[in-house]
């Protein structure tokens, strides 16, 4: 009995979509938009966003200038947007907020074209450009609505991206550092990279990371200094390690900032 009433439930869940899939395709080839913005709305609204997209995508050039012109567009923005095509769904996200600015879903659609990139934004060690296109839209978005219920996840996810850049950044300042002496003084480029980040990003966690990663290429500078100028450099050791000690007294890193510091001193006695 119960594999009579299995195969009944498979029979109809088969049919179900047969059907489904058949009036999927009479909308498809309908001339009627309403139909098809109907329809769409409800393939969104089951989740089925590919559906509802290649729809919606028929019906925004035919809606241009009409009441469901704005809905449409936003509901195709959304659809790519939950089936996670990130680029698109930006690219009409814009669109709908550029074309209606005071819109009954602007405020969504500059949220979600900000956090569709976010999501998005790949590892620290990849292009980031779309990581600086989320930060962008992110802060636009606080700019316009201060008072969204979505400032906070908002705010955070541009902490959290403002780290991925900073920590670029350290990955670049460190593969500098490693270089060492080859071709040039890559540890003043380490420097640099390192400092432009920290004025960049001041709050990033990755802060301590850079401010002894310049103390550190501060000394193989300085060690690998001619002799007339390794007072100096070792002078600025000095300078960085009580920089970093001050800011740091707790670091994990503070039994080699002051081993630094203890030939550093030396070098300056001398």
Known sequence: MRKYLYKILALLFIAV????????????????????????????????????????????????????AEESLY??????YE??????AGTYFRTYYNRY??????????????????????????????TIKAIEELQVFLDYFPRSDKVSIAQNAIFE??????????????????????????????VIVARNAIKDYPYSKYKEDLEMLILK????????????????????????????????PDSPNRSEAENIFKIASKHVKD
Not at 218 to 233: G, I, M, W
Request: net charge negative; glycine share 4%.
């Open 17 to 68: 979509t047969i059907s489904s899939c058949g009036e999927y395709i009479r909308v498809q080839k309908s001339a009627d938009y309403n139909y098809k913005f109907d329809y769409a709305k409800r393939a969104f609204e089951q989740k089925k966003y590919v559906q509802a997209a290649t729809l919606l995508e028929d019906c925004i050039t035919v809606f241009k200038g009409q009441e469901k």
């Open 75 to 80: 509901l195709l923005a959304m659809s790519n």
């Open 83 to 88: 089936n996670k095509d990130y680029e698109t």
């Open 101 to 130: 600015p005071k819109g009954k879903y602007a405020e969504l659609a500059r949220f979600y074209c900000g956090y569709g990139y976010y999501l998005d934004s790949p590892e620290a060690q990849l292009d980031q450009t779309d």
């Open 161 to 190: 991206l403002q780290d991925k850049l900073t920590l670029k950044q350290l990955q670049n300042a460190q593969l500098y550092y490693n270089l060492g002496t080859y071709m040039g003084n890559n540890y003043e480029s380490a």
């Open 217 to 248: 290429a501060r000394f193989q500078e300085a060690d690998l200094s001619v002799d007339e100028r390794k007072v100096d450099r070792f002078r600025e050791v000095i300078d960085e390690y009580y920089s970093f000690i001050n800011n740091y």
